[in-house]
């Protein structure tokens, strides 16, 4: 997974300024290798005599976006990780139309007319200042172009508009328009040398290796994109789905439950990574809580339980289940696999565990009633108190403080 | 690197238009992995001019709706990344047209057409494509190349419009191309 300047936020830091100079470099270089440093090579483009534009621009477009839709649709990146410019139609079409006017007539657009003026053209230079000029102009007309209701009303961003999602293409399926526009984009090309040549003199590229080949590669490319899952639904969703579904089945078949007996023969038994957590208040935990357990709010479980993260066992109690119940699925989704919750609770645990055999309703099997005893001694007498103390010999201390233990039925 | 002849401007000298392509797209996907952001040039010398603007009337500046955006924060209008790139596409450009000997000074224009009426429809093209990029959010880098590649609606709409504007145009200042 890829984060980047922008998924990080960090894209107004100096790092960020180094690595867009250093993306610029190499945009800049490659534009003037293309030739882009001549304004009579762009504009030709708009005459059919010299169409390197289309064939530059086209190529890198759809290797981009072929790129793009990998990167997505294998989970590189994630679609929140890239900014996407605001969709704002009638910004954009009368945008469009007034730029395509201000290229041709100067024959440069911004990128390209830098590279121009770095070989010293002084027709880059004087577009650049219009340029200037320009968005200044804009600046001093916002309100009026947002009474016509050319710009949105509201305005917040560094930008028109609010930012989009990535891949919409129409609502098309991205794969598919991707392999449309590739078609498009191949055909075009074949086009533009096509007329070239009849133009005069151009089209030498027509059935050269170079084409042949690129056509080709970004055919297959494109038609491999129909194999891999939908770039917008493969990335985060798989994979926090199949944690949910697994989640959801773990609760069904109660896995995430641990019995009150078996906690109570884990705890007398010891010798294992058994961490008990209290999820009660403060004042209920001094009361009476299970020997051994720890007193934990519960927004600071994540934190105090780091150390315990998928190791040993981690048993969760509260008087009920509910908190703890919630609290051990935030675990889980946390990436706790060893989180558990007590069944039925501090109130189960004492039912079933420590109530006296003399007190239960239906008589104990003699191995069940010798049980009691020792977890009775165990979890009533003192902490030093030995294991095998005499059943119902509890210090009162302890059980005076045990809320309900008697007068529950 | 092919030195040049006077006069030899055929596309000979420059590298395969559809190889440059695929460097151009590579070029453009790192910047969407690694900054998390496409291309852009028009913002750069936008940004140029609001800082102009800036120095020669900041109050001015502050409480304008669109600039006044960009001097929220206290920052520089310059510390921007578009601003840097821009400055590496300058860099880059130099750099490539030093390798390949491509620097000659001068206004590229048709035999028959003077410098100064050659300058003049830079000037202006300038100034419409400045204003044109601003309402529009970008220009070819940004809008056309960066979020066509993101098959993002308002840029394909913006590149097919860009077309239709310039050839629509074509006719009426192709004299300054005629030999």
């Known amino acids: 997974m890829i984060e980047t300047f922008f998924g990080a936020d960090q894209l107004d830091t100096p790092r960020a300024m180094l690595a867009a100079l250093l993306i610029g470099l190499a945009f800049g270089f490659v534009l003037e290798r293309a030739g882009f440093g001549s304004s009579r090579k762009l504009a030709g483009i708009f005459y059919f005599r010299d169409m390197t534009v289309l064939r530059v621009m086209f190529t890198a477009v759809v290797t981009a976006m072929l790129g793009l839709a990998f990167a997505f649709a294998s989970g590189w990146v994630a679609p929140d990780q890239v900014y996407a410019l605001p969709t704002v139609y009638k910004a954009q079409i009368v945008g469009g139309l007034l730029f395509g006017i201000g290229f041709v007539i100067s024959g440069w657009c911004p990128g390209t007319a830098a590279v121009g003026a770095a070989c010293a053209k002084w027709d880059a230079v004087a577009f650049l200042l219009g340029t200037t000029l320009g968005a200044v102009a804009f600046n001093e007309l916002f309100d009026i172009l947002q009474r016509l209701g050319i710009v949105p009303g509201a305005h917040t961003g560094e930008v028109i508009g609010e930012p989009s999602e990535p891949l919409v293409a129409f609502g098309m399926s991205p794969a598919l328009f991707a392999l449309l526009f590739t078609a498009v984009a191949i055909a075009a090309f074949h086009a533009a040398e096509w007329v070239e040549k009849r133009v005069g003199g151009g089209g030498k590229y027509l059935g050269s290796p170079v084409l042949k080949a690129l056509s ?187 809320p309900a233990l008697v007068t529950t039925q | 690197m092919s030195q040049l002849t006077e006069g030899d401007r055929g596309p000979a000298a420059y590298a395969n238009p559809y190889l440059s392509g695929v460097l151009l797209g590579l070029t453009l996907l790192a910047s969407y992995l690694i900054l998390g952001a496409g291309l852009g040039a028009s913002a750069g010398t936008a940004r140029l001019g609001a800082f102009v603007e800036q120095c020669l009337a900041p109050a001015h500046v502050a409480e304008s709706a669109y600039f006044g955006r960009w001097v929220e924060g206290g920052r520089s209008i310059l510390y921007y990344y578009l601003v840097f790139m821009f400055v590496g596409v300058f860099l880059g450009g130099l750099l490539s047209a030093v390798l390949a000997s491509r620097i000659r000074p001068g206004v590229e224009r048709g035999r028959a057409f003077g410098a100064a009426p050659r300058l003049l429809l830079a000037l202006g093209g300038g100034l419409i494509a400045g204003f044109a990029s601003r309402l529009a959010n970008g220009c070819t880098s940004g809008q056309a190349l960066s979020g066509g590649a993101m098959l993002l609606n308002g840029s394909l709409v913006f590149m097919a419009c860009v077309f239709v504007g310039g050839y629509a145009a074509a006719w009426f200042v192709r004299r300054q191309w005629h030999d």
């Open chain 1, 216 to 402: 080709i590669a970004l055919a297959i490319c494109a038609a491999a994109l129909f194999i891999l899952p939908d770039p917008l639904d493969a990335p985060a969703a798989p994979a926090a789905g199949l944690a949910h579904v697994e989640l959801l089945h773990a609760i069904e078949t109660a896995q995430d439950h641990l019995e009150p007996e078996e906690l109570a023969d884990r705890l007398v038994a010891g010798g294992q990574e058994l961490v008990v957590v209290d999820v009660r208040p403060p004042a209920e935990y001094a009361a009476f809580h299970i020997r051994g357990a720890l007193n934990i709010s519960l927004p600071d479980l994540p934190e105090a339980l780091e150390p315990y993260r998928n190791r040993g066992l981690i048993v969760l109690y509260s008087n009920g289940m509910t908190h703890p119940a919630q609290a051990r699925d935030a675990l889980a989704r946390l990436g706790f696999t060893n989180a558990y919750l007590l069944t039925d609770g501090l109130q189960g645990f004492i039912e079933r565990c420590l109530k006296p055999v003399s007190l239960r309703s239906e008589p104990l099997p003699p191995d069940e009633a010798a049980k009691v005893r020792t977890w009775r001694a165990f979890f009533l007498g003192n902490e030093s108190a030995p294991a095998a103390a005499p059943a119902g010999k509890a210090p009162s201390s302890t059980s005076d403080n045990l």
